[in-house]
């Protein structure tokens, strides 16, 4: 929810347009202003999520998008996600058409396509203050902190796997069925990582960045199945995923690499880290943990590395300020509630 003022003369409010499947002019005009916002926040207005949801005439269940303005003149942009009792938005405003009420006529269309029998959650990206100052206007309560943590540094000693577990890299086509049960499982009570299917998971295959050298996975059983290394895993109850070699996937560490920005150098990230419940205690996580930065210093040379973990989960944090991650930056939702649309 990124809107923060910038000083201009009367612009002429441009409407907002509601649709489920992007043309080619909308596409072209949201992705103008997710540059320009982009460039004057020095971070992205919506999530990865988000942007892989920016495509033409792909309509997705439950997804609406909001653009303002044209391709000449891009001027908002917001992204709507429908749940049942609940939704989920992120909205920018390109810098030329920020103080100007855009963006609370944003949050006016998202309220009034979400409905009065829905709770609507508001990310504001990097506690944006132009966001904070909408989310008082609309009674909104903070619900969420998703922090942004950093580590500058050599990579951490090798952490040994438990007894009967390897590492190895993950197979696309291959690997990804069992991946996605065990990720369910893993993050059953997460809001969105938990909820991934096989289309978010292939999205992500698409992508430039990907790299199946730093996705790796813990197994047990009979095979290893790919190219095996031994520094992180563990041991579990059956109940993770399983592929054709008779093996049992109890873990993974997904890194990701994010190429340099005018601002930003090339930097790492701790992407995913999940593991079966029932492997938890025995030190899988910390292994994982240490098996994906060892890659991304050693292998790929990167001195910082990035995550993302939510405020309110005190282990994980401590694990990672224990490998000497600290906080940079924190994105706030924000959550309107019936009765309190506007004031």
Do not use: C
């Amino acid at each position: 929810m990124d809107t923060a003022k910038t000083p201009e003369s009367e612009i002429p409010e441009p409407e907002i347009h509601v649709t489920a499947g992007l043309s080619t002019a909308q596409l072209d005009t949201a992705q103008a202003v997710l540059r320009a916002a982009a460039a004057a926040d020095g971070r992205e207005a919506v999530s990865e999520a988000g942007r892989l949801r920016l495509r033409v005439d792909e309509p997705r269940e439950g997804v609406r998008h909001l653009v303002a303005g044209t391709v000449e003149a891009p001027a908002g942009y917001g992204q709507l996600e429908l749940q049942k009792e609940s939704a989920t938005a992120e909205l920018a405003v390109h810098p030329d058409h920020r103080g100007h009420g855009l963006g609370r006529a944003l949050v006016g269309a998202v309220l009034a396509e979400a409905g009065d029998d829905r709770t609507v959650d508001f990310w504001a990206h990097g506690g944006h203050p132009a966001a904070r100052r909408l989310a008082e206007a609309y009674g909104a309560e903070l619900v969420r902190e998703l922090r942004q943590m950093r580590r500058t540094g050599p990579a951490p000693a090798e952490v040994s796997l438990p007894e009967g577990v390897t590492l190895r890299t993950f197979r696309p086509g291959v690997d990804d069925e069992a991946w996605l049960r065990l990720n369910a499982l893993a993050f059953a009570h997460h809001p969105e990582q938990g909820s991934w299917t096989a289309r978010d998971l292939t999205d992500r295959i698409a992508e430039p960045w990907f790299d199946p050298a730093g996705f790796f996975l813990a197994v047990r059983g009979a095979g290893t199945g790919g190219s095996g290394t031994d520094s992180a895993g563990t041991g579990g109850s059956g109940t993770g995923g399983s592929d054709t070699d008779g093996e049992r996937l109890v873990g993974f560490h997904w890194t990701k690499v994010h190429p340099a920005t005018a601002t930003e150098p090339e930097l790492g990230e701790v992407y995913v880290v999940g593991v079966d419940p029932a492997e938890q205690g025995n030190g899988l996580g910390k292994a994982l943990t240490a098996a994906g930065l060892r890659h991304l210093a050693a292998d790929r040379g990167l001195a910082t590395v990035l995550l993302y973990v939510d405020a309110d989960n005190a282990a994980a944090v401590r694990v990672y300020e224990r490998v000497g991650f600290t906080v940079h930056e924190v994105d706030l939702m924000y959550r309107v509630t019936e009765g309190r649309r506007a004031r």
